[in-house]
């Protein structure tokens, strides 16, 4: 069985979304029937998946608690001892292919021309460095090596269609494979979950219950959430809202500032949920919050929604309006004003609520948000990348 090298530069957190990429990743190449060696940093934890992924530490430093993915001395460093580290791994093992993920590309790029083995570079949507990061030998260095990697690989992968746009800026468009994310909740609640849910969190049975899964950063738009519920509470006062995700220190501030602002008793914060619990609680809401602000790529969390059919108020920005419309949500101002009047207007509305319920997985269909259709997707770049090699 061939068997491939994929590189994660990020530890593994199941609260994260851009984790669930790696274990879709992972998912799609066990079906394809590859073996895979997963070399990743090793403050994460390991991705539930098949016996056929073998989990191998990225080289650490004794002095470095956490691998740096910014561009830097000592990243420069590890990356050269993870150079050597492939080296040896390939003395042991052929691989098929080398696939690198985000800040990892160049690592991989420059690992397949050194064994001759395809390469797959697959740029990830993390935010913007801040531009003092970008300043400086370094920085430049691994910009250029990152210009080259992509004009090298035989394929890069990307989320959407701002990778065909950049790889055309490069003159290698015809490389650009686009496989779009998928949702990361894939369990159905069954009914003994969905009650243990209501118990949890309607603590009256004629409670709408108003769900917004997100990290406590400006850029999630968090605080575009919290802003609106005063005017929310003020016309529907028996409204129950619960906010996922975040640890201790993070909740602590929320609580003191909705306590400030009088609301606390109407916010629950369970923290981070297995996403079995998520499934139920997104199953049992009445409504769920995408308050998310920047960013151009559908957020997982999303996707999730849609999977979940339960109706959706969204603030109208590119990352929302990526996968979301009037046709499946109801798309209100980026202001705690227009998401009020969002959640008023949809919660007043059983007919509109209804109505949105069977659009959401009408819309990941369309979309070729599936789990098949991510698995064909990545076949179709394998096999392109595989048989360019071979070209060559």
Same mark, same amino acid.
């Given at each position: 069985?061939?068997?491939?090298?994929?590189?994660?530069?990020?530890?593994?957190?199941?609260?994260?979304?851009?984790?669930?990429?790696?274990?879709?990743?992972?998912?799609?190449?066990?079906?394809?029937?590859?073996?895979?060696?997963?070399?990743?940093?090793?403050?994460?934890?390991?991705?539930?998946?098949?016996?056929?992924?073998?989990?191998?530490?990225?080289?650490?430093?004794?002095?470095?608690?956490?691998?740096?993915?910014?561009?830097?001395?000592?990243?420069?460093?590890?990356?050269?001892?993870?150079?050597?580290?492939?080296?040896?791994?390939?003395?042991?093992?052929?691989?098929?292919?080398?696939?690198?993920?985000?800040?990892?590309?160049?690592?991989?790029?420059?690992?397949?021309?050194?064994?001759?083995?395809?390469?797959?570079?697959?740029?990830?949507?993390?935010?913007?460095?801040?531009?003092?990061?970008?300043?400086?030998?370094?920085?430049?260095?691994?910009?250029?090596?990152?210009?080259?990697?992509?004009?090298?690989?035989?394929?890069?992968?990307?989320?959407?269609?701002?990778?065909?746009?950049?790889?055309?800026?490069?003159?290698?468009?015809?490389?650009?494979?686009?496989?779009?994310?998928?949702?990361?909740?894939?369990?159905?609640?069954? %009914?003994?979950?969905?009650? /243990? $849910?209501?118990?949890?969190? &309607?603590? +009256?049975?004629?409670?709408? =219950?108003? @769900?917004?899964?997100?990290?406590?950063?400006?850029?999630?738009?968090?605080?575009?959430?919290?802003?609106?519920?005063?005017?929310?509470?003020?016309?529907?006062?028996?409204?129950?809202?619960?906010?996922?995700?975040?640890?201790?220190?993070?909740?602590?501030?929320?609580?003191?500032?909705?306590?400030?602002?009088?609301?606390?008793?109407?916010?629950?914060?369970?923290?981070?949920?297995?996403?079995?619990?998520?499934?139920?609680?997104?199953?049992?809401?009445?409504?769920?919050?995408?308050?998310?602000?920047?960013?151009?790529?559908?957020?997982?969390?999303?996707?999730?929604?849609?999977?979940?059919?339960?109706?959706?108020?969204?603030?109208?920005?590119?990352?929302?309006?990526?996968?979301?419309?009037?046709?499946?949500?109801?798309?209100?101002? %980026?202001?705690?004003?227009? /998401? $009020?009047?969002?959640?008023? &207007?949809? +919660?007043?509305?059983?007919? =509109?609520? @209804?109505?949105?319920?069977?659009?959401?997985?009408?819309?990941?269909?369309?979309?070729?948000?599936?789990?098949?259709?991510?698995?064909?997707?990545?076949?179709?770049?394998?096999?392109?990348?595989?048989?360019?090699?071979?070209?060559?």
């Amino acid at each position: 069985m061939s068997r491939i090298l994929f590189i994660s530069p990020k530890p593994y957190s199941p609260w994260e979304g851009a984790c669930h990429r790696t274990r879709h990743i992972l998912e799609a190449q066990i079906a394809l029937g590859y073996d895979v060696d997963l070399l990743t940093p090793t403050e994460g934890q390991t991705p539930t998946v098949a016996d056929s992924v073998t989990t191998i530490p990225l080289p650490r430093l004794p002095f470095c608690r956490r691998t740096p993915t910014l561009p830097s001395l000592l990243r420069l460093t590890l990356d050269l001892l993870a150079l050597l580290k492939i080296l040896w791994l390939a003395g042991n093992t052929r691989y098929a292919l080398i696939h690198g993920q985000g800040n990892s590309g160049v690592l991989a790029w420059a690992a397949a021309r050194l064994l001759r083995t395809p390469c797959i570079v697959e740029l990830r949507n993390d935010p913007a460095p801040d531009p003092a990061h970008r300043r400086g030998l370094i920085p430049a260095l691994y910009r250029r090596l990152e210009h080259k990697a992509l004009r090298q690989a035989d394929a890069v992968i990307g989320h959407d269609a701002a990778t065909v746009a950049r790889l055309t800026d490069l003159g290698c468009h015809s490389r650009a494979c686009v496989i779009a994310d998928i949702p990361a909740v894939t369990e159905v609640a069954d %009914a003994p979950a969905r009650n /243990l $849910a209501k118990a949890r969190y &309607r603590t +009256l049975t004629d409670q709408d =219950l108003v @769900t917004c899964v997100a990290s406590y950063t400006r850029f999630q738009g968090l605080d575009l959430f919290f802003n609106a519920l005063p005017r929310l509470l003020a016309t529907l006062p028996h409204t129950r809202c619960v906010v996922v995700g975040g640890g201790p220190e993070e909740i602590a501030q929320m609580r003191e500032a909705l306590d400030r602002a009088g609301i606390h008793e109407a916010v629950t914060f369970p923290g981070r949920l297995s996403t079995s619990e998520l499934a139920a609680l997104l199953a049992i809401s009445d409504v769920l919050v995408s308050s998310r602000r920047a960013g151009a790529t559908a957020p997982i969390k999303v996707l999730d929604y849609l999977l979940s059919g339960t109706p959706i108020v969204a603030v109208d920005t590119p990352a929302n309006r990526a996968i979301l419309s009037p046709e499946n949500a109801v798309i209100t101002p %980026a202001t705690p004003e227009g /998401l $009020a009047d969002g959640l008023i &207007r949809l +919660l007043r509305s059983p007919g =509109l609520r @209804t109505e949105l319920r069977l659009k959401g997985r009408e819309t990941l269909r369309r979309e070729n948000r599936t789990p098949e259709a991510f698995h064909a997707a990545l076949a179709r770049c394998y096999t392109y990348a595989l048989s360019r090699s071979e070209a060559e």
